[in-house]
């Protein structure tokens, strides 16, 4: 029988509405499904389901025990975020966790697929877990910026130990199902149907007599104070800033100390503080746009062309990365160098990526044997391209050099296939419009290390076909990267972005403020490093080569950094030679500050006639955030990002933008645009050059608008 014959009304339509929870009788066995597409997630009407079916099951004699089961691919994929931050409703997901737990006859949970956050805890409240092979069980709340709400940091340790669940909450990771039956987190594996399976168990332990046996009754956990320690000090170094993650931990440490009921408490208490803060909505944003920045308008109906076959040309520093990405996603890669040295070097860096990849565990050996034996290959020569459905551009930074290549895919390449160029600044319309079919051309701009991080720049010239935008997109899924659209500039979204914030960072630097200081700064706001670690750890050759392909188009108002340029020339490129802002000396972590770089920043302010002043640690975030922000609303009104969370996701997984703030734009919208508005105008009183505040700024300002209104 299916709850839809008597279904509650729709509070706002008053229309029946299916019901998500089904409840039918098998043989003595209660099957409860859950069926709420595409997650399973527990909203209000599935919690009501649950608990309508607890009443039912308890007053049911044809049920002994009862099973309950998500239809689809997963059990339950969690609370339904979209209600975060919405006034809640009955009932609290605690509560139908402890109704399941207080029915009177034995419930089972079957796993397929994920039982993550709300969804473990359900399964926590049932009596008996059977877990499906393949199937992921965790409590990932942390990564949204709370802790388990509905028992998960009480059941966990009862039932596995302190140990194991500050292994598992506040790192918000998820096990396997083995690694679950091995730790007690669930009783067993099977393999198959889930409802066989999950039936086969009730049944069993129907005739073997079973009773309940409520996790919520079992002791409390030991109070382990090595490993809670442990968990405190690790969490501490780990995710600058980040509150839910310890807070978790306090969490764990009440189960050990408080009866069950009390422990509910403490935890909701904990959870409702967490609810509250802004780093939960900076990272329910994240979770929400990092797939929103898939859906594209343009791209609703166009089919992308089918890609097996990628061509990498230039197996250098990102070349190799990139081939790797594609290898370890199943892809056929042919690369191609200038000379066989090249070749070789590029293949020994591949094989020393997936030798990493088997190490930490993402790859077994027998795969990286036959990947290599099989899926890869070099050549010099562009006819092993013939049969490629992709290539990816990644030579010298040269328009020159690029422009022959494209030739050479021209000529090569079957009709159909797409030319692609990793450029990190020059212009992708001239290099399409120097091949005869243009419209196969686009810009994928990966960041390095390639095969590590997750944005992809998808740089699309007018003359891209839509196909071949959406073949971008579904190549960077394949990948496993993050894809943004970006429209093309100097820099596209990110790096132009970025140009900007820099140079805020040098003019601090002329005006007053250390290199050092700017750094602990930025980092005590939340970034993994600043500028001018970057900067050394990228090679300040490159920041040079790039200050001087600018210098004939550069406005003479403009501030170039000439102590940069003077550490260029005494060899100081950075990490590599040793030496660049810091000083690093082998076998110790990080670099030290230098005196010396003082005295040519010194001399390089009385060059320009500075008189230098005291920056606070807040103003250095302000103004760098400030340039960022006016920066990226151009980016914007010029069309290059379309939506204020592209902006987001590009720092969020390209430049290490603190997760919890939500991404740049997220963050300016909750410091207010007036107010960062204001600070432009203030900054702009003394430096009307580089301080214009952005159109767009001024009328979302005027309009008492924000970002969020652009994200459609
Ligand atoms: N609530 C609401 N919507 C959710 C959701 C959730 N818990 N989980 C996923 N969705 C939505 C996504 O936004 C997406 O919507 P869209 O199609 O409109 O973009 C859709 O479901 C499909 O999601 P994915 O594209 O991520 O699907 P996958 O199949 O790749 O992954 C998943 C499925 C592993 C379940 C993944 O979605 C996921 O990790 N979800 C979040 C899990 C989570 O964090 N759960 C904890 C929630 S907090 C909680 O439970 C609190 C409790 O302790 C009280
Ligand atoms: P690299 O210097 O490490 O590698 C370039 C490789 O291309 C070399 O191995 C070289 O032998 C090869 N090569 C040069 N001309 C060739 C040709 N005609 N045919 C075949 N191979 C040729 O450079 P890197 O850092 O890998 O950069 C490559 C491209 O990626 C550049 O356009 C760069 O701007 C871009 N990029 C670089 C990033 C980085 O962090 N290094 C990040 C994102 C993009």
Not at 467 to 486: S, W
């Amino acid at each position: 029988m299916n709850y839809a014959a008597e279904a509650p009304l729709d509070e706002r339509e008053e229309r029946p509405v299916t019901h998500p929870v089904s409840y039918e009788v098998e043989d003595g066995i209660a099957v409860i499904t859950i069926d709420n597409p595409p997650v399973n997630a527990l909203g209000r009407a599935v919690r009501q389901g649950l608990c309508d079916a607890m009443d039912r099951l308890a007053d049911d004699p044809q049920a002994q025990a009862a099973l309950i089961l998500g239809a689809g691919k997963l059990f339950i994929g969690g609370a339904d975020i979209s209600e975060f931050g919405k006034p809640p409703k009955d009932p609290w997901l605690p509560e139908v966790v402890q109704r399941i737990e207080d029915s009177p006859k034995p419930v089972v949970a079957a796993i397929q697929g994920a039982a993550l956050g709300g969804g473990l805890e359900v399964a926590l409240g049932a009596h008996y877990r059977v877990a499906m092979k393949g199937a992921k069980l965790g409590l990932p709340e942390v990564n949204l910026g709370i802790i388990p709400g509905a028992g998960g940091t009480q059941r966990t340790p009862r039932l596995i130990g302190v140990a194991a669940a500050l292994d598992i909450i506040p790192a918000g990771g998820t096990v396997p199902a083995e690694q679950a039956v091995e730790l007690g987190l669930a009783d067993r594996l099977a393999e198959g149907d889930p409802r066989e399976a999950g039936l086969a168990y009730a049944r069993e332990l129907v005739t073997a007599g079973a009773g309940t046996r409520p996790v919520g009754q079992m002791p409390c956990p030991d109070h382990d104070t090595v490993a809670l320690e442990a968990a405190r000090k690790t969490w501490s170094k780990k995710n600058r800033g980040e509150v839910a993650r310890l807070a978790s931990i306090d969490a764990v440490e009440a189960a050990t100390r408080m009866p069950i009921a009390a422990g509910i408490t403490e935890e909701r208490r904990i959870f409702s503080e967490m609810m509250d803060t802004p780093q939960r909505a900076g990272l329910i944003h994240a979770f929400f746009i990092e797939r929103k920045v898939f859906q594209l308008p343009e791209l609703d109906g166009v089919a992308p062309r089918e890609v097996s076959q990628l061509g990498v040309i230039g197996g250098g520093t990102m070349g190799a990365g990139i081939a790797t990405a594609a290898l370890l996603r199943g892809l056929d890669v042919t690369l191609i160098e200038r000379d066989d040295a090249a070749a070789e070097k590029a293949a020994a860096t591949i094989s020393r990526n997936l030798e990493g990849a088997v190490k930490r565990g993402k790859l077994d050996g027998g795969t990286r044997d036959a990947i290599l034996s099989d899926a890869f290959r070099t050549a010099a020569d562009y006819g092993a391209l013939a049969r490629a459905d992709l290539a990816i551009e990644a030579v010298f930074e040269d328009m020159d050099v690029k422009k022959q290549v494209f030739a050479e895919l021209d000529r090569v390449m079957k009709p159909g296939a797409v030319l692609a160029t990793n450029t990190s600044y020059l212009d992708v319309t001239e290099i399409a419009a120097s091949v005869s079919r243009p419209s196969d051309v686009i810009g994928l701009h990966f960041f390095s290390p390639a095969h590590v991080m997750k944005l992809l720049e998808v740089v699309v010239p007018e003359s891209t076909a839509p196909d071949v935008i959406a073949t971008a997109f579904a190549l960077a899924k394949r990948l496993g990267k993050t894809a943004v659209r970006a429209g093309v500039c100097d820099g596209f979204i990110g790096n132009r972005i970025l140009s900007k914030y820099r140079a805020a960072a040098d003019r601090m630097v002329l005006a007053g403020a250390s290199p050092y200081q700017v750094d602990r700064a930025v980092k005590a706001f939340g970034w993994p490093m600043g500028p001018y670690e970057m900067g050394d750890l990228a090679g300040l050759d490159i920041g040079y080569a790039t200050r001087q392909r600018r210098a004939a188009t550069r406005d003479p108002r403009d501030i170039v950094p000439t102590w940069a340029d003077a550490l260029y020339h005494l060899g100081r490129h950075g990490q590599k030679t040793g030496r660049g802002y810091y000083i690093y000396e082998e076998g110790k972590r990080g670099g030290a500050e230098d005196p010396e770089v003082l005295e040519l920043i010194d001399k390089a302010r009385a060059e320009h006639g500075v008189t230098p002043r005291d920056f606070t640690d807040e103003e250095i975030q302000r103004r760098y955030m400030a340039a960022l922000v006016n920066e990226a609303a151009r980016v914007l009104e010029e069309g290059i990002a379309r939506r204020p969370l592209d902006v987001d996701v590009t720092f969020l997984h390209g430049y290490g933008f603190p997760r919890w703030r939500g991404g740049p734009m997220f963050w300016a919208d909750e410091t207010g645009l007036p107010a960062l508005l204001g600070d432009i105008e203030d900054y702009a009183r003394e430096d009307d050059f580089f301080w214009q505040p952005a159109p767009l700024l001024k009328r979302l300002v005027s309009e008492n608008s924000n970002f969020a209104s652009l994200n459609g």
